[in-house]
């Protein structure tokens, strides 16, 4: 990926500013809050080269904060300077400030943080034999030495606030600081893929990630893999700006928009211009009320934004802000419809216009997008592409025998049936592949039908509208399975047992901590009731808070059909057309509910163009 946007490594001297120059630049408050504080000193180590950078903060910080990089370090002559306000080395001028690509500029946060705290910093840079240590406790110096150090810089903070009593009110729970600053050092470390980031909050590793070129390693090693299973990549350059990075499937959404991040020139922000317009981009694929996930990298030439809007609120201002939502709505479109493409696509003829001279059997082939669900929406695509809404009758007509083209001039309406609308034509299976993958044709196409997808898509509509309707038919278990639970996931039970007794689970409380199980749906057959239940349990722990009823139950549904699948069934003939006879009028066929496709479909055409038949 060309950059274009180039770090200058801080080996720079220190420069004071002067008065008119740093006045200019909007003062704010840099040290909010521990995780303020983090931020500013990891970012000072990337300025400063850094490859390996660890984290370590007791009590969320406000006991000890201690950074420790391999960057560049300070010059022993500039190490009292860096603790001056406006003390820089990374700028000079204001003019430097509109074309500014390192993290920190502005001066202010080495003497801010040291002002609030006990902080010693060590430093050595390259060339020298010793390092210098610098102690200085609320804003008064203590001493600065001459000691033994390795190349890099090493930083403590201790008792933060301590003498500001003020602030101190202000912070959250340390539980609560301390996932803010694994927020922001997540945050950091996807942006810096080549940093490895090690974050260890009061002894206990809390984030490890390695060295890549490979954005989507990080994002992997962040989230997981269920996230980095349900994640594509998106990628377009223009001429005033680059934009790539990785969003995610409905399987992933959140409530909330915590698993966004957006980076502006490698700089972590909020912007809402640009999380709309990946939102729209995703909702019009996926009927969802929900935050999709994603990681967007936006680089754009310096002179195009404006970054100072706000020192601390991380905010960002462009030039064009239509040309900015527009380049990133498009990227994010245009990769999840080429994604949705390779899965299945919805081929149909179109019929001969009478006034085009064209030889009588050539077809045309129109592509209706994937998205567009409803007999409404089909109809309104296909009008813009020229094809009368008689065509879309016939594409109805598919259901009940081999589709036949229109004849020229006929306007014959069918009446349709307004439920049993099938979403692709009657197959005639051709046999099994691997137990797992059925082979059909219909027409001039082959498709391929993944088995235990498309029974596990059925079970899950089937359920999830049982579930809608207060219906799910359960049954009782030979014998009930006692579970007993961590006291959180007990809480969490308890806060969720109205979910879990809609969606068909009978459960009991058993005493401390303990459940018994009763009854579970009746689809289930006899599943491993344990591990589908902490499954489950931890799964709509991972949904966050804030999320509807809904996606609690679409959550359990997509694991309750996985549970009651099982791996590489032969199937006869017979129950083939009776799964795809099924699958074909269910409200959505083409994808499991991971996400993943059902069904795979190959033409003719790209058959003979494969072997070479036709060129
Ligand atoms: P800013 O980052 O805005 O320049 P700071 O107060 O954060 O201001 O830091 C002041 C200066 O101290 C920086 O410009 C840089 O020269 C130096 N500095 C701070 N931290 C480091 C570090 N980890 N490694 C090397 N130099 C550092
Ligand atoms: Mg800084």
Redesign the pocket.
């Known amino acids: 990926m060309p950059s274009l946007v180039k770090r200058v490594i ?1 080996l720079a001297r ?1 420069n004071l500013l002067n008065e008119e120059t740093s006045n200019k630049i909007a003062a704010g408050e840099v040290v909010e809050r521990p995780a303020s504080v983090v931020k ?1 000193l990891v ?3 990337i ?2 080269g850094a490859s390996v950078i660890s984290i370590e903060i007791e009590e969320g910080g406000q006991k000890l904060i201690k950074i420790s ?1 391999d ?4 010059n022993p002559l500039d190490i009292e300077l ?1 603790f001056m306000p406006h ?4 700028i000079s001028s204001i003019e430097d400030i509109y074309a500014i690509n390192t993290l ?8 801010s943080i040291a002002a609030v705290s006990k902080t010693t910093l060590k ?1 050595r840079i390259s060339g020298n034999e010793f390092g210098k240590e610098i102690s200085i406790n609320g804003g008064v110096k203590e001493y600065v030495k001459e000691v033994g150090a390795s190349i890099g ?1 090493t ?1 403590e903070v201790r008792d933060i606030f301590n003498n500001v009593p003020a602030r101190q009110k202000f912070l959250k729970s340390t539980q609560r600081e301390a996932s803010l600053i694994t927020d922001i050092v997540s945050r950091l470390a996807l942006a810096n893929s080549k940093i490895s980031f090690k974050l260890i909050n009061n002894g206990k590793k809390v984030l490890t990630t390695y060295s890549t070129e490979n954005l989507y390693d990080t994002i992997r090693t962040i989230y997981g893999k269920t996230i980095g299973d349900n994640i594509i990549k998106f990628e377009k350059h223009t001429d005033i700006a680059s934009v790539y990075g990785y969003v995610g499937n409905a399987e992933i959404s959140r409530g909330s928009r915590n698993n966004q991040s957006v980076f502006v020139n490698n700089r972590y922000i909020k912007n809402k211009l640009i999380a709309t317009a990946v939102e729209t981009a995703v909702k019009s694929f996926i009927m969802i009320n929900k935050y999709p996930f994603f990681v967007l990298f936006l680089e754009i030439f310096p002179e195009f934004i404006d970054v100072n809007v706000h020192p601390t609120k991380a905010e960002v201002k462009f030039e064009n802000d239509r040309e900015i939502f527009k380049l990133v709505f498009d990227t994010v479109h245009e990769a999840i419809r080429e994604s949705l493409k390779n899965n299945f696509e919805m081929e149909l003829e179109k019929p001969i216009d009478a006034d085009v001279n064209d030889t009588p059997n050539k077809r045309e082939t129109v592509q209706i997008p994937l998205d567009l669900k409803t007999l409404e929406e089909k109809t309104i695509a296909l009008n813009n592409t020229g094809i009368s809404k008689d065509f879309i009758v016939n594409e109805k007509q598919i259901e009940a025998k081999d589709y036949t083209a229109p004849v020229q001039g006929t306007t014959e309406r069918i009446t349709i049936e307004e439920e049993k609308v099938p979403k692709f034509p009657a197959l005639r299976i051709i046999g099994q592949f691997h137990s797992t993958y059925i082979l059909a044709e219909a027409a001039e196409d082959f498709y391929i039908i993944d088995q235990h997808a498309a029974h596990e898509k059925i079970l899950f509509e089937k359920y999830t509208k049982s579930i809608k309707q207060g219906e799910v038919t359960a049954q009782i278990l030979l014998t009930p399975v006692v579970i007993e639970l961590t006291p959180e996931d007990f809480i969490y039970y308890v806060e969720n047992k109205d979910i879990f007794k809609v969606a068909g689970f009978d459960i009991e409380v058993f005493g401390d901590n303990t459940i018994t199980i009763r009854e579970v749906p009746n689809f289930l057959g006899k599943p491993e009731m344990r591990s589908l239940f902490t499954e489950i349990l931890d799964n709509l722990k991972n949904l966050g808070s804030g999320n509807t009823h809904e996606v609690k139950y679409n959550r359990i549904a997509t694991l309750a059909c996985k549970a009651a699948i099982k791996a590489n069934d032969t199937l006869n003939i017979e129950e083939m057309k009776v799964l795809i006879d099924t699958l074909r009028f269910i409200e959505d066929p083409f994808n499991c509910p991971h996400g993943r496709p059902t069904i795979v479909k190959t033409s003719l055409y790209d058959m003979e163009k494969k072997f070479k038949r036709i060129q």
């Open positions: 801080a220190i500013e970012e000072n180590s300025d400063a990089d960057g560049s370090g300070i860096a003390a820089t080395s990374k920190g500029f502005r001066g202010e946060a080495l003497p430093s810089t930083i």
